[in-house]
């Protein structure tokens, strides 16, 4: 019976590896990077989270205003496939704005509005 148990466990382990995502080479990754951002009224703060499921490496983020001009802008090196942000929202005037992100696997931008 506990080589039974044994077996089943290391079956069990076996079907985790391989069902489990990505991967050290990204063979088994989608390339699509995804990007998420709170910008809610209650809050002072805008947070930006952008997921890859490879290390995003050098990154540059730009939040431009509807004018086209750079309201911020941050070059450095994300050593995850995470990155995070937070921001103090009385910096950026009220209206729509666009954050965009560029990285050596994706370029990735959205809209958002400050109220």
């Not at 070059?75 to 209206?95: I, W």
């Not at 990735?108 to 400050?114: G, K, Y």
Request: aromatic share 6%; glycine share 10%; proline share 3%.
């Amino acid at each position: 019976m506990k080589r039974t148990l044994n077996l089943f466990g290391s079956m069990l382990f076996a079907a985790a590896l391989i069902a489990a995502p990505g991967g050290s080479d990204g063979r088994h990754c989608d390339p699509k990077a995804n990007m998420r951002i709170s910008c809610s009224r209650t809050s002072g703060m805008v947070q930006i989270q952008i997921d890859n499921c490879r290390r995003i490496g050098e990154v540059v983020m730009e939040i431009k205003d509807q004018r086209g001009r750079v309201l911020y802008r941050e070059e450095g090196n994300a050593r995850t496939g995470e990155l995070v942000r937070r921001l103090d929202k009385g910096v950026f005037p009220k209206g729509t704005h666009t954050v965009s992100v560029q990285a050596r696997d994706f370029a990735i931008s959205q809209v958002f509005t400050i109220e």
